[in-house]
């Protein structure tokens, strides 16, 4: 199946427009080094079909409609959910937190059944290499990458915990978040 972001050639795209198979058979050519100048399928699709931008802020051409309906469903599940108060995201949290586990599940279990799944399980582990642990900036994205999957200093952590009761063992919170988040790093990718 060939999704409609993965070639050119659609209403959408424009020349300047490379697929992966037109950059490998050109690359010997100018047109490879010219990087600023072409765009991806994906990139066209999203910022041409999908949000439908105009040509600049002097050319207007309205309201794109099935973001505007996207936006007003996304809303009103916000506020149906809050509607009820605190208490009742309790019951939303369960499906907002196992939900995406069910998915990865899935993905995971049909990712495994295709053919070459092999090579993409290399790919995604790549080679070791420790050495790559030395550098400083590697520690400095892996704090980003954790301070950002847990959202030490969002606030949410801080409002929800807010609700606990006063004897609650907090270590335990702490590992088992930490433990979860490692682990739907993983499993997720």
């Known amino acids: 199946m060939i999704v409609p972001w993965s070639t050119c050639g659609n209403w959408w795209n424009t020349a300047l427009c490379t697929d992966q198979a037109t950059l490998a058979n050109l690359s010997r050519t100018d047109l490879a080094l010219m990087k600023n100048m072409t765009s991806s399928p994906s990139e066209e699709y999203f910022y041409r079909r999908v949000l439908q931008i105009s040509s600049g802020v002097d050319n207007v051409d309205g309201i794109v409609t099935h973001l505007v309906v996207a936006l007003a469903v996304a809303w009103l599940i916000c506020f149906l959910a ?108």
Do not use: H
Not at 87 to 113: D, E, N, W
Not at 126 to 144: D, F, H, Q, R, Y
Not at 166 to 173: A, I, L, P, S, T
């Open 82 to 189: 809050l509607s009820k108060g605190v208490q009742s995201l309790g019951k939303i949290a369960y499906f907002t937190a196992l939900f995406p586990y069910v998915m990865l599940t899935v993905l995971i279990i049909r990712g495994a059944t295709l053919s070459g799944a092999i090579e993409g399980v290399k790919f995604y582990m790549g080679t070791v290499n420790l050495t790559v642990l030395k550098s400083p900036s590697v520690w400095k994205e892996a704090c980003t990458q954790v301070f950002y999957a847990l959202s030490c200093c969002s606030g949410g952590l801080i409002a929800m915990a807010s609700f606990n009761d006063f004897n609650n063992n907090v270590y335990r919170d702490t590992i088992s978040i930490c433990l979860v988040t490692w682990f739907t790093s993983i499993f997720g990718g």
